[in-house]
């Protein structure tokens, strides 16, 4: 099936701002945001509830079910701290947003983590776990990594992205 607008990615540590990113590539763009843990809530697509770590346990089939027949048709971003489950052939672009140390400390600390998800999230961001996992899943040209450390750096990425978003219907004989 061809897809009249892109399937994007937005991924990254929890906190380095991918629904602020996708919320507002949303309302610019028209594209649908997939909020993969509302999705998991809202449709159970869980094994329980982790209370260490204060998440949900993903049943990744479930949740590719879930959201199977409207990423087939295009045009959705996708909003996830994870991104290698979904197949090469539904993801257009990946974008990895990362952010400096210090900053995802304040934005964690406000939010109240617990201490053990805290730690390991700051120890993820400074290993690039997310960026490696993207790299890995995904054809080297389709990622892209983007600062996410000020109101300014979210404005500029979401015009790269939006940009690109134009450039691909162009390339994909889709009018505007
Ligand atoms: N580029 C940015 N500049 C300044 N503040 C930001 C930026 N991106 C996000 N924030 C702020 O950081 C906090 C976390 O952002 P957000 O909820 O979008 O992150 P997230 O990656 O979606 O987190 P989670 O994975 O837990 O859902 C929010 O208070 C948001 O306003």
Redesign the pocket.
């Known amino acids: 099936m061809s897809r009249s607008a892109p399937n994007i990615i937005i991924t990254?540590?929890?906190?380095?701002?991918?629904?602020?990113?996708?919320e507002q590539l949303a309302e610019r763009t028209g594209l649908k945001h997939i909020s993969v843990?509302q999705v998991v809530k809202e449709k159970e697509c869980h094994e329980g509830w982790d209370e260490e770590f204060q998440s949900w346990i993903v049943d990744e089939d479930k949740l590719l079910d879930a959201i199977e027949d409207e990423v087939k048709r295009g045009g959705c971003i996708i909003?996830w701290?994870a991104c290698d489950l979904f197949p090469k052939s539904w993801i257009d672009l990946v974008v990895v947003?990362r952010?400096d140390t210090e900053t995802l400390y304040d934005?964690l600390t406000?939010?109240k983590y617990p201490e053990v998800k805290m730690q390991e999230n700051i120890d993820s961001e400074i290993m690039e776990v997310l960026l490696q996992e993207a790299r890995d899943a995904y054809d080297e040209e389709i990622v892209v990594e983007l600062q996410?450390?000020?109101?300014e750096?979210?404005d500029t990425n979401l015009d790269r992205i939006e940009a690109w978003i134009g450039q691909w219907k162009e390339n994909n004989g889709v009018s505007t």
């Open positions: 990254g540590t929890p906190g380095v701002g991918k629904t602020s990113h996708c843990n909003d701290h947003l952010v934005r406000e939010r996410s450390n000020t109101a750096q979210l």
